[in-house]
Antibody, heavy 121, light 112 residues
Framework: QVQLVESGGGVVQPGGSLRLSCAAS????????MHWVRQAPGKGLEWVAL????????YYADSVKGRLTISRDNSKNTLYMEMNSLRAEDTAVYYC??????????????WGQGTLVTVSS | DIVMTQSPDSLAVSLGERATINCKSS????????????LAWYQQKPGQPPKLLIY???TRESGVPDRFSGSGSGTDFTLTISSLQAEDVAVYYC????????FGQGTRLEIK
């Protein structure tokens, strides 16, 4: 069965950095686009970033462009998010989510349990 | 970006009654070449990640009870729960996957 397990969240000061990981199992990671979606405490869902199956094409929400970097290591079945210049408004649960197919990769069919990032001094 | 607007923001329905949630997109999410609406519905229970319920506006994901149904086309969509069960208490989100993904603000469904 498909499993996505995030890790790497924690408390970081404004301006700091963090690296999130998402370990994938139960499917061939290299065949699917993968996303990060976040949810601020008590708020709704916000798409953050997409990396396509081959890792060459990456897309970001305007709110994180230039500060967050999505990457993947298909040999390790792992998705990453490098987070720099963090701000208070980046505080959220970060979910990794799997695109449903090669073509319809913007539809999320599986989600991890999420990892909480808190940006606070 | 396509803006998704849900109504109402919250809803209280009696057990066994019908619940209806609406979702409107700022532009059409109907792709003319395949006549499919790129619209999905998710359910999020407290402390859990979202779960895909419906895609292509009206196709139920495997394992989703048939009391959940989706309808609509173009810019206006509806999620209907025909007979509310206690386990359906959750926040429901619509999402378009026609373009850069965007979500509605969510509708909180409670028992009256």
């Amino acid at each position: 069965q498909v499993q996505l397990v995030e890790s790497g969240g924690g408390v970081v000061q404004p301006g700091g950095s963090l690296r999130l990981s998402c370990a994938a199992s139960g499917f061939t990671l290299s065949s699917y686009g993968m996303h990060w979606v976040r949810q601020a405490p008590g708020k709704g869902l916000e798409w953050v970033a997409l990396i396509q199956d081959d890792g060459r094409n990456k897309y970001y929400a305007d709110s994180v462009k230039g500060r967050l970097t999505i990457s993947r290591d298909n040999s390790k079945n792992t998705l990453y998010m490098e987070m720099n210049s963090l701000r208070a408004e980046d505080t959220a649960v970060y979910y990794c989510a799997k695109g449903s197919s090669t073509i319809h990769y913007r539809l999320f069919d599986y989600w991890g349990q999420g990892t909480l990032v808190t940006v606070s001094s | 970006d396509i803006v998704m607007t849900q109504s109402p923001d919250s809803l209280a329905v009696s057990l066994g009654e019908r619940a209806t949630i609406n979702c409107k997109s700022s532009q059409s999410v109907l792709y003319s070449s395949n006549n499919k609406n790129y619209l999905a519905w998710y359910q999020q229970k407290p402390g859990q990640p979202p779960k895909l319920l419906i895609y292509w506006a009206s196709t139920r994901e495997s394992g989703v009870p048939d009391r959940f149904s989706g309808s609509g086309s173009g810019t206006d969509f509806t999620l209907t729960i025909s007979s509310l069960q206690a386990e359906d208490v959750a926040v429901y989100y619509c999402q378009q996957y026609f373009d850069t993904p965007t979500f509605g603000q969510g509708t909180r469904l409670e028992i009256k």
